[in-house]
């Protein structure tokens, strides 16, 4: 797929990409059904907020709120697992906490990526525990390979291969966040 393309993207400055995994129009093909699926989820009248995770998050997040349509609120949270390693370590920092109130709202966390679970196990009982009317998971890519979740996401635009995976947010040491596709390294 597109082999001799990939490495030739300006944005990847020149490093190897191993293959395109999802091209740009695979993902935004998939964040329209979800932006149509969690449009039906919830009643209309009753509020909802998206929570999605920096920085992984940022660029899915910016397509699929525009793929819902219906009101709602966007905020962020900061949760950093891992530095420049292509491994979880269980490590586990809350740099950024949302200031909205979650309660009464249906509250949706959005994540790039589910790989060891981890950061979810963390997330899931310290939202919980601020009394959302509902609360479920979308992330764009899940590894399937945590056996422990907490919670399965409820949404998952892809079920990713076991690879280390770079683009459309996601990143190898903040590098590559910006490749319009999802590629692994
Ligand atoms: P977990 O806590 O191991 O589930 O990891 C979740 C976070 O690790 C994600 O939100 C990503 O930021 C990062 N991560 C996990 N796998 C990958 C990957 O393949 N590429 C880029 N980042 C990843
Ligand atoms: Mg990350």
Not at 97 to 116: A, Y
Request: glycine share 8%; hydrophobic share 45%.
């Amino acid at each position: 797929m597109l082999e001799s393309g990939v490495t030739e993207d300006p944005r990847a400055g020149g490093r190897q990409l191993r293959r395109i995994v999802y091209t740009a129009p695979q993902i935004a093909a998939r964040v329209r059904e979800l932006g149509h699926e969690l449009t039906a989820a919830y009643p209309h009248d009753e509020p909802l907020l998206l929570i999605g995770l920096l920085k992984g998050s940022f660029v899915f997040m910016a397509d699929l709120v525009r793929a819902i349509e219906r009101p709602l609120v966007v905020d962020f949270m900061v949760a950093a697992s891992y530095g420049a390693g292509t491994s979880s370590s269980g490590d586990v920092r809350f740099l950024y906490d949302p200031e909205v109130s979650l309660q009464n709202r249906h509250v949706v966390l959005v994540e790039d990526i589910v790989d060891s679970g981890l950061t979810l196990n963390r997330l899931f009982p310290l939202l919980e525990a601020r009394g959302p009317r509902s609360l479920e998971l979308c992330t764009l890519l899940h590894k399937r390979i945590a056996s422990d979740l907490v919670r399965e996401p409820r949404w998952v635009g892809f079920d990713a291969p076991p690879e280390f995976l770079v683009g459309y947010g996601l990143d190898h040491a903040e590098s590559f966040r910006n490749l319009p596709f999802i590629a692994s390294l």
